[in-house]
């Protein structure tokens, strides 16, 4: 079956700091890719769309110099959290779908936390 | 209103029910249809995806479309503890983003 690689699955960093986080398509190629943000109790909230070659759709509300998205290849997208903050601190997952119709496959996630 | 609506819970079962999860939609447009699994501090796993309407089995596990009434179901037969978590359900219209329900929280006591 398809599988998404997420990369680091936990991160401390201290308060203005950078984080990048990878999102990787393992077995098959995908040219978009999706990124989402859980807070705790909470369902996932779109943050963002990329595109790979182009630049990422940002759903409102989301900043698009702090969350800064690279999708260079079809099979790698990374979210790179900037000046990072206490309120940043969240459960970031990706995810892709070898069809691009259905059965969208997610990343195992990556818990930030901003010290 | 949101798109898709989904009950919090927490639902709370004994071992061996047969747990009905729902979700309805407002969107006629959404043709595919999803329910993940999520566990504790993981990311979603998905469980089944179907397309517009009818059933689908797969173990333990029954998905089910209605597209007129704009409702769709997760059946879990013979449920065990192993099965607590929260479900979500998602749909998208052909490659489109996915729009979740809240999720539900599962819990299978035995």
């Known amino acids: 079956g398809a599988v998404v690689s997420q990369h680091p699955s936990w991160v401390i960093c201290k308060s203005g700091t950078s984080v990048k986080i990878e999102c990787r398509s393992l077995?098959?190629?995908?040219?978009?890719m999706f990124w989402y943000r859980q807070f705790p109790k909470q369902s996932l909230m779109l943050m963002a769309t990329?595109?790979?070659?182009?630049?990422?759709?940002?759903e409102q509300g989301v900043e698009k110099d702090k969350f800064l998205i690279n999708h260079a290849s079809l099979t790698l997208s990374t979210l790179t959290v900037t000046s990072a903050h206490p309120e940043d601190s969240s459960f970031y997952i990706c995810s892709a779908s070898p069809t691009g119709l259905d059965g969208y496959t997610f990343g195992s996630g990556t818990r930030l936390t901003v010290v | 209103q949101k798109e898709v609506e989904q009950d919090p819970g927490p639902l709370s079962v004994p071992e061996g029910a047969i747990v009905s999860l729902n979700c309805t939609y407002s969107n006629s447009a959404f043709q595919y249809f999803m329910w993940y699994r999520q566990y504790s501090r993981k990311g979603p796993e998905l469980l089944m995806y179907?397309?517009?309407?009818g059933n689908k089995v797969a173990g333990r596990f029954t998905a089910q479309v209605d597209s007129s009434s704009k409702y769709i179901s997760l059946f879990i037969r013979d449920s065990q503890p192993s099965d607590s978590a929260t479900y979500l359900c998602?749909?998208?219209?052909?490659?489109?983003?996915?729009?979740f329900g809240g999720g539900t929280r599962l819990m299978v006591k035995p």
């Open positions: 998602a749909m998208n219209n052909a490659g489109n983003m996915l729009t």
């Open positions: 179907s397309y517009s309407c």
């Open positions: 990329s595109n790979e070659g182009s630049k990422a759709t940002y």
């Open positions: 077995d098959f190629q995908a040219t978009t």
